[in-house]
């Protein structure tokens, strides 16, 4: 534990979380009510604890709702940090701030600057507090952001991850070794990170208890009843950058436990990879009576956030690493997700990636492509949220490493980001609408889409775009039809992880035969899959339109013929 600390000793959330009003008033507002969000329902009540009555005074209560996971129906629970959305001032005129845009600032609350005792003041001071903005604006420390207090944060990148690739690639040859993957996730990762007890009145909710409802708290029901959060949840600013230090901490005992551990690298490999760490701006450094050259390790180890992803030459290293990775997990006590998430073998995923370790490809799924096709066309269109919008540029800039491309394709495409003038300011319900650029910009992106399915990981050494030479996008839709089985009549469509199904009636299923029906599923396909693959199949790459093929049983219809 002494090692975490170390490691983490940084990341303390009460670093970080400091809302109150604004500085020239220095004085925190008595309560700050903001409205709940309706799907709290849905994301359950672990991680709380419950009060009958106001369990800290001044304290923020803030609004709430849940997330469904993508692809899943698993809820989780969401802060409105953003809150309020308006400008509300209490009774003296003193504005409350959101927790968000609070803790983007070193600020110090009067009952703060009040406390005078010696360790207070020493706590205060080892955070740089209180500080002058006038004197020292942000941006102005090492390692500070412009616009927050917060340090900036680095997460891994694709082009990271595919230039480890290639290198271990080669390295799988040049030593005749084969070459593993393996991911791994955090179960809860945020709600794993206790709040400070210092924070915890500015993270609350208040709700009116049902009658029956936690008896043992409201027996008589249809009272407020006050919730303290306690965990590190999603929606409040900094809670990724904290979760994203502590996972380079992580990595920072899992480097040294396996640089410690990894004494078979053969000599041909560290000759080989001498001059390259000759060139590195990453010098060797000693552990123990070991010296450790990081350009000639045969492993690589990444997390994003919570999903871990491990690149691995040799079948007693990938051992050692599973076997550090796993030691490392249980010793800090952190719950791992669920077996069906983690990967092992050949090839792998990570962040919705396929990665082919033995092939050195890195593939982006269709289902991917065709997601972003139809948000960009949303948004050409009468607009989406924001937070549609936001992930759907998350997406755009994986593609963008994948493929290669410079930052210049997502020039003006966060303008809807901006705090100020952005459709962000709304919160995640914002609207999203185009300008000028940003159609223009989403336009070439709807025709760029057909060239960005993945590349060898090679690319990622050279740096240039993969161009023309990128293969082109194939699409397939399928559809079917169940009739005269013991199963229920029906049909349905599924075009790479899209799908639509249609039951039909039982006081029609008379009328109908299974000619029919799969003649009406294909129709249906047409209907329900056109709008979404039209733009990514309206042009090929030399500007002429290719008709689709189409196939029914064993039998390929030629493009451009009908048939009776």
């Known amino acids: 534990m002494s090692e975490l600390d170390h490691g983490v000793r940084q990341c303390r959330s009460s670093d970080q979380l400091h809302p109150g009003a604004e500085r020239r008033q220095g004085r925190l507002p008595a309560a700050v009510p903001v409205q709940t969000i309706h799907s709290l329902a849905e994301g359950g009540r672990r991680w709380y604890e419950f009060f009958s009555g106001f369990p800290f005074w001044p304290m923020y209560l803030n609004g709430q709702g849940s997330t469904a996971k993508k692809d899943t129906d698993v809820w989780r ?3 409105e940090g953003g809150g309020p959305r ?3 001032f209490d009774e003296t005129g003193l504005r409350a701030l959101s927790i968000n845009e609070a803790s983007h600032m070193p600020h110090v609350p009067s ?55 290639a290198i271990y690639r080669h390295a799988a040859d ?24 210092v924070d915890l009145p500015k993270l609350g909710i208040v709700f009116l208890a049902k009658p029956g409802e936690l008896e043992n708290i409201q027996p008589d029901g249809d009272r407020l009843l006050f919730v303290s959060e306690r965990r590190l949840g999603f929606g409040t600013h900094g809670a990724s950058n904290t979760a994203q230090r502590f996972s380079e901490a992580l990595l920072w005992m899992f480097r040294r436990e396996m640089d410690a ?3 078979e690298i053969p000599t ?10 000759a060139k590195s701006s990453q010098p060797c450094f000693r552990i123990g009576e070991k010296e450790v050259c990081p350009e000639m390790r045969l492993y690589s180890a990444y997390m994003y956030t919570d999903d871990a992803l491990f690149i691995v030459v040799g079948v007693e290293r990938a051992l050692l690493a599973l076997r550090t990775h796993r030691q490392l997990t249980k010793n800090i006590n952190l719950l791992m997700a669920p077996p069906r998430k983690r990967t092992l073998g050949s090839w792998g995923t990570w962040l919705g990636i396929i990665i082919v370790a033995s092939l050195g490809l890195v593939i982006i799924p269709k289902d991917k492509i065709i997601r972003a096709s139809r948000v960009i066309t949303a948004t050409l269109g009468d607009g989406v949220p924001f937070h549609t919008y936001r992930s759907m540029c998350g997406l755009l800039e994986f593609f963008r490493g994948v493929s290669m491309l410079g930052r210049n394709v997502m020039h003006g495409l966060y303008r809807p980001h901006d705090p100020e003038r952005g459709a962000s300011r709304h919160g995640p319900s ?82 109908l ?23 990514l199949i309206r042009e090929a790459p030399d500007g002429t339109y290719r008709p689709p093929d189409r196939r029914t049983d064993d039998r390929t219809i030629p493009p451009g013929r009908d048939t009776a």
């Open 86 to 88: 308006q400008e509300v």
């Open 513 to 535: 035969n299974t000619p029919i029906f799969e003649f009406l599923a294909a129709a249906f396909n047409i209907i329900v899959f056109a709008h979404e693959l039209e733009p």
């Open 111 to 165: 009952h703060f600057a009040d406390d005078q005792r010696p360790e207070f003041q020493a706590w205060l001071r080892e955070r740089g507090l209180p500080r002058d903005l006038a004197l020292e604006p942000l941006g102005s420390r090492p390692n500070e952001q412009p616009t927050s207090k917060w340090p900036k944060e680095v997460k891994p990148t694709v082009q990271m991850v595919m230039r480890d690739l």
């Open 430 to 511: 914002g609207w999203v609408t185009c300008d000028t650029l940003m159609a223009q910009q989403l336009r070439s992106w709807n025709g760029r889409l057909s060239r960005v399915g993945g590349c060898h990981a090679a690319h990622a050494l050279v740096g240039a775009d993969i161009g023309p030479d990128a293969p082109s996008l194939r699409l397939a839709v399928c559809g079917d039809a169940c009739f005269g089985d013991d199963d229920d009549p029906g049909m349905g469509g599924f075009c790479h992880g899209h799908f639509w199904y249609f039951p039909v009636p039982a006081e029609d299923a008379e009328l």
């Open 261 to 263: 551990a990894d004494t």
């Open 268 to 277: 041909e490999w560290v000759e080989h990879r001498a001059e390259a760490q």
């Open 174 to 197: 040049f030593l005749n070794s084969p070459i593993y993957i393996f991911g791994d996730d955090a179960k809860d990762y945020f709600v794993q990170f206790a709040i400070a007890e």
């Open 77 to 79: 629970r969401t802060t």
